[in-house]
């Protein structure tokens, strides 16, 4: 398993787990500023 929030997630990154990978979870918030800011 691996959780992320993708920003270095590359095909070389998960070629790396070959084999031992089942699933990848993605952290994703909002690319306007002003919504991260009322996120926290």
Do not use: H, K
């Amino acid at each position: 398993m691996v959780v992320t929030n993708g920003t270095r997630l590359t095909e070389e990154y998960l070629d790396s787990f070959e084999g031992c990978l089942d699933w990848v979870g993605l952290s994703i918030e909002s690319g306007r500023e002003t919504v991260n800011a009322e996120l926290g």
